[in-house]
């Protein structure tokens, strides 16, 4: 290999890393969404041309990831050939890597929801962390050239395999970024919905499980005492002291922990139909949908905060903190899902109810969430 074509590497190199530090600049000032979009010529162009960014972002994912493979495999492959690393760089400079900003910049939360544009920004900015920390192996490798240890093929296993895990490792982070991308770019905004909801309903069978699994540990009574036991109540004291446990319930509370759990397993199925029904049939994107469904997914990413706080009461034994952390689980829960009562097609207040607009009017009926309804009563 020449000096020439190192020095042409090293170049390309600064280049890529350039590009990508301001790329990530300009993400900065879109963490919020009504921040200003990236200004970079390539990425102005770009998405002029970009109607559609969900399949532009796949498919500009997907070159990166293939892209990340190569420079990974040229990295770490006797012979070390700059000329090749050199054009996988620059094609990933002036394909993928613009085109994935110019995705995201016609991604409009206005139109695509912003729990789609913040999760996107995410992974983008992970992917462009991630991809910099790949592309200085490549810079470090190439510095390192031409001492023994990569003209002689590694002298010893271990030596290549120290060599080799710096850049193995960033490959596998690009691949997971690009892969989070990919499926974001194939599942859609119906796919994140989705995906959204159900992370929320899955907190939520957790605490019901461990609520439930609570409310089956022995009822304390109020004159259940042993004095010939009080060496070991104190050794038992100190334990708490350092390890603190759960109090068992106590009959007084034993009423509203029932109803919780009832009220809690009906909110769980509300979050199952809002998934079948609702997000994995959405309509085409639209200003509409996108506010539909951000005051959807906010409601329900509420209810499970709401439920560790009413775990919380019935741990401490508080009735009345319970009672009223129950009635705001149940608030939550009716909130959420008021955007999407009716299906997705109605044009106005008098529009054909569908099964599960129906349905969610008895399900509130079963859980209390009428207006009539008083407090948290049976």
């Not at 790329?23 to 390539?42: E, H, M, Q, W």
Request: aromatic share 4%; hydrophobic share 40%.
């Amino acid at each position: 290999m020449s000096d020439e074509n190192l020095s042409h590497l090293a170049r390309t190199i600064r280049t890529t890393l350039s590009l990508v530090d301001k790329f990530a600049s300009s993400l900065k000032v879109t963490s919020s969404p009504s921040g200003p979009r990236p200004s970079s010529a390539s990425t102005t162009a770009e998405s002029r041309e970009c109607s559609e960014p969900l399949p532009l972002l796949l498919a500009s994912a997907t070159l990166i990831r293939a892209h990340a493979t190569k420079l990974s495999l040229l990295t770490i492959t006797p012979p070390f050939t700059p000329t090749a690393l050199s054009t996988v760089l620059q094609e990933l400079s002036t394909g993928p890597l613009p085109t994935l900003l110019a995705a995201f910049t016609t991604l409009a939360p206005s139109i695509y929801t912003h729990t789609l544009h913040s999760e996107v920004h995410f992974r983008i900015s992970q992917l462009l962390h991630d991809l910099r920390d790949l592309v200085s192996e490549v810079s470090v490798r190439c510095d390192a050239l031409p001492s023994e240890t990569y003209t002689q093929n590694y002298a010893t296993e271990d030596a290549k395999r120290n060599q080799q895990a710096p850049s193995l490792t960033a490959t596998g982070q690009v691949w997971a970024d690009c892969d989070a991308l990919i499926s974001i770019g194939h599942d859609g905004l119906a796919g994140v919905m989705v995906s959204k909801a159900q992370g929320y309903r899955d907190l939520l069978v957790d605490a019901i499980a461990e609520l439930d699994a609570w409310s089956k540990e022995e009822t304390v009574l109020p004159d259940d005492e042993d004095n010939d036991n009080d060496s070991d109540e104190e050794e038992e004291d100190e334990e708490n002291e350092i390890f603190p446990s759960t109090p068992n319930p106590t009959e007084a509370i034993r009423p509203t922990l029932t109803l919780a759990l009832k009220r809690l397993v009906l909110i769980k199925h509300l979050f199952t139909a809002v998934v079948k029904h609702r997000l994995r049939h959405l309509p085409s994107p639209s200003i509409d949908l996108a506010s539909k469904l951000d005051r959807l997914i906010k409601g329900l990413c509420a209810v499970p905060d709401a439920v560790d706080d009413l775990a919380s009461a019935f741990y401490d034994l508080d009735v009345d903190a319970a009672v009223e952390n129950l009635a705001r689980c149940v608030a939550l829960a009716n909130e959420a899902v008021e955007p999407i009562e009716r299906r997705w097609d109605h044009t106005n207040i008098g529009a054909v109810e569908d099964p599960f607009s129906s349905w969610l009017e008895k399900w509130k009926d079963a859980v209390g969430a009428k207006p009539s309804s008083n407090g948290v009563g049976a």
